[in-house]
């Protein structure tokens, strides 16, 4: 009984349960219903077939009026397969679409024509079906607000054919579509893509299309955006549409941002170049106002910069250059004013010319039409030009003055053979007058008048290869002589010039070749009787040697006989002795001033001590000095060294010092030989003191064969001089009359063999 009661009250429970369930699910089918028969019926209210197509199957789900009327239209069966074929055999860009809606679900619209009738095509995807819309429109039907707009699939086509993104977004900035090219930019395959990963074309786009939605004005920016790779230029300009959507187009600009960056980077480094130039430039706009100017242009002007930058008219610089007399004075200022304005218009035959201003400087003036409108000017200061130019005619006027002063005959011809310059020696030279050589005018035109006097050919060939070729190594400077038809010499020489002309001189040597002629016919005499000389001095030399040897010989043999001679037979033969050595001495020193006098005279160079070289020569004429009553005096340093000489040849011309300061000394006197060291060099001083040189003696003491109070030829001092100049040294002269006199040798502490004076040489 508890079961059956239990299983009563559950019945009950589940028959209540299950009748709610009934009445709501009756309610839901009430209401799909009434939704179905409003869709049909919003379907019916508008014109159009709607199709369902899944995987093959194609099912009309309304609308089977406009599908008969399409078969109808196209000429295809009454089926919606059918019609759906038939379209997209007409039209296979249609065919294409639909086959992607079917396998991708890609939405698309199109439209098919035929004749005046056309039928609009929408697809759309809804999960595993796709649904397609037809509407057909006639000729007939497009009268009224719509006539000659596009549907809204051609519309969209029309946009996705475009190669600049273009979209539609909320004011929130939420997208709604997009056309091909935005896609592309952003690099979504779809829209449905870009929806789903929140792309956008720009974040700067986006706040640009909210300000646009915020004031409902249109708004525009410039914006670079990287596209592709590339940043690219873009003009966004976002328009508020009906319904709250924004309008969004981007026009590519890249190529007009960056001509017009080009532009400006060529203006920025037009205007530096015109900076550094020295010329003033000004460039003013076609209404007639500064655009540009360079720092020069102020400078020369001596205009206020702060002014310039206010861009003042051309007119009103003018203006006040008038009240500051920096323009050319005139009698008529408004008249010349205005036909400088009126150069904008037409700059004519005179458009650059020569201002000469009150404060003595003369301008170039350079007027030009400016590629952008308006003017361009250039001032140039050509003062210090003008000066140049009359300084450069003065400068011809005294070259071709200084030419025609001149003996030699100079003709000077440019690179292209044509005569420049001639002088009046030139004219008389080749007996031709000015007209003849004017009327030649050229090379082979000079040469046809000159060939009267000169007929080789030869020479006149090589003279123009001077002139016409532009080989450096043809130009090179020709010298040389050659005979006229009138026997006469002429020296030729040509000389390239620096710009590029040649100089060809003439000279008239005939007096100096046979002035030649002669010297050197004296010269050879000359030569000869060198020779002569010589040849007599070293014969008569040789003939005194012989028997002055025998001379001195027996001499010496009677001095050594003692006893056997007697006291004034001794005299004699010391007499004899002395008088042969004098002698002997005289003829070495002829000897050697004859070898001095042929250069042939070489020294045998050595380290030679100089203390005792002067120890040396003391020692020499120590007893003869003590004869004479004087004494000899030998005074230097302990550390004087060493000097590099022929150490005979030095101490032969100390010993023509020493002698002349024995012969000089009076009894009692003193002769000193003395050395020092100084600045490269080694000084040797011989003093005594004796009666001196007289003042008119001295300049010639040095000389050959001056007379000496005691005999001799007279060459001592003269060889000295000689020997010490060998050595590359001089000999200097200190005496006063009654005071004694000095000796100084200059030497060089390094002396080279053949290192005497020039004129030594001769």
């Not at 709607?50 to 069966?77: K, M, Y």
């Not at 579509?177 to 929140?198: D, F, I, M, Q, Y």
């Not at 008038?322 to 008249?335: C, H, I």
């Not at 010499?489 to 060809?504: E, F, H, K, V």
């Amino acid at each position: 009984m508890c079961l059956a009661l239990a299983a009563t009250f559950w019945a009950m429970a589940q028959g209540r349960s299950f009748g709610a369930r009934v009445a709501a699910l009756n309610d839901q089918l009430k209401q799909a219903q009434f939704a179905a028969e409003s869709a049909r019926g919003a379907v019916d209210a508008f014109d159009g077939a709607i199709l369902a197509l899944q995987s093959d199957d194609v099912t009309l789900v309304s609308g089977a009026e406009t599908v008969a009327a399409c078969a109808r239209v196209f000429a295809s069966r009454g089926d919606p397969r059918s019609v759906l074929e038939t379209l997209a055999h007409i039209d296979p860009h249609v065919g294409a679409r639909l086959q992607a809606l079917i396998d991708g679900g890609e939405g698309f619209t199109g439209q098919v024509h035929r004749g005046d009738a056309a039928v609009e095509i929408e697809g759309r995807s809804g999960g595993a079906t796709s649904w397609v819309r037809l509407s057909l429109r006639q000729a007939s039907e497009n009268t009224g607000a719509d006539t000659g707009l596009p549907s809204a699939g051609l519309l969209t086509d029309f946009l996705d054919a475009q190669s600049d993104p273009v979209w539609l977004t909320r004011g929130s900035g939420e997208l709604i579509w997009a056309n091909e090219a935005w896609l592309k930019a952003v690099e979504a395959p779809t829209l449905a893509s870009a929806r789903t990963r929140g792309l956008s074309f720009d974040s700067g786009t986006q706040g640009l299309a909210r300000e646009a939605a915020v004031s409902g004005q249109t708004r525009t920016a410039l914006r670079w955006i990287t596209v592709s790779g590339r940043r690219r230029a873009f003009q966004i300009v976002a328009r508020p549409l009906p319904g709250g959507m924004i309008a969004v187009s981007a026009l590519d600009v890249t190529d007009a941002e960056e001509a017009r960056e080009a532009l400006r980077r060529h203006i920025e480094a037009q205007g530096e170049t015109f900076d550094h130039i020295g010329e003033a430039v000004a460039i003013f706009s076609s209404a007639r106002a500064l655009l540009f100017h360079n720092a020069a242009f102020a400078k020369l002007w001596a205009l206020e910069p702060a002014w310039l930058e206010e861009k003042p008219s051309h007119g009103e610089i003018l203006d006040r250059l008038r009240q500051r007399r920096r323009l050319p004075e005139t009698a008529d200022y408004a008249g010349w004013k205005a036909a400088e304005l009126r150069r904008y218009e037409d700059l004519g035959s005179g458009s650059d010319e020569i201002w000469s201003l009150p404060d003595g400087r003369a301008l170039r003036v350079v007027r030009q039409l400016h590629p952008l409108g308006g003017l361009l000017l250039l001032f140039s200061d050509i003062t210090d030009e003008l000066k140049l130019k009359a300084q450069y005619n003065a400068l011809i006027q005294v070259q071709q003055a200084t030419l025609d002063k001149l003996s030699d005959a100079v003709a000077v011809f440019g690179s292209d053979g044509r005569l420049r310059l001639h002088n009046d020696a030139f004219t008389g030279l080749w007996s031709v007058s000015r007209a003849q050589l004017q009327a030649a005018s050229d090379f082979d035109g000079v040469v046809e008048l000159c060939m009267r006097r000169v007929h080789d050919l030869q020479l006149w060939g090589d003279l123009k290869a001077r002139v016409t070729d532009t080989d450096p190594q043809a130009r090179a400077p020709l010298t040389g002589e050659v005979r006229t038809s009138d026997r006469r010499t002429i020296a030729y020489q040509s000389r390239p010039l620096p710009d590029g002309a040649t100089l060809i001189a003439f000279s008239d040597i005939t007096d100096t070749r046979e002035l030649e002629g002669a010297l050197m016919d004296r010269s050879a005499a000359l030569e000869d009787a060198e020779r002569l000389k010589r040849d007599f001095v070293g014969n008569v030399s040789y003939e005194l040697r012989t028997p002055l040897t025998t001379i001195i010989g027996y001499s010496e043999l009677l001095d050594h006989m003692g006893d056997a001679l007697s006291d004034r037979a001794r005299g004699h033969v010391a007499a004899v002795r002395v008088a042969a050595g004098h002698l002997a001495r005289s003829i070495d020193d002829v000897l050697d001033m004859a070898q001095v006098d042929a250069g042939e005279m070489a020294l045998d160079l050595g380290d030679t001590p100089v203390e005792t070289l002067l120890a040396q020569a003391a020692a020499r004429w120590d007893r003869e000095a003590l004869d004479g009553g004087a004494t000899i005096t030998v005074v230097c340093p302990e550390d004087i060294g060493l000097i590099r000489a022929d150490a005979k040849r030095l101490g032969q011309a100390l010993d023509h010092l020493v002698e002349n300061a024995v012969r000089q000394s009076p009894k009692g006197g003193a002769i000193v030989l003395a050395a020092r060291r100084g600045v490269g060099e080694i000084q040797i001083q011989v003093s005594d003191q004796g009666r001196g040189i007289p003042f008119h003696v001295q300049a010639h003491i040095f000389d050959r064969f001056v007379g000496r109070d005691r005999g001799g030829p007279g060459l001592g001092l003269a060889l000295v001089k000689a020997l010490v100049e060998l050595h590359g040294g001089w000999v200097a002269l200190e005496s006063e009359p009654g005071a004694g006199a000095t000796f100084t040798c200059h030497l060089p502490e390094e002396a080279y063999a053949g290192s005497a004076a020039p004129e030594l040489q001769f």
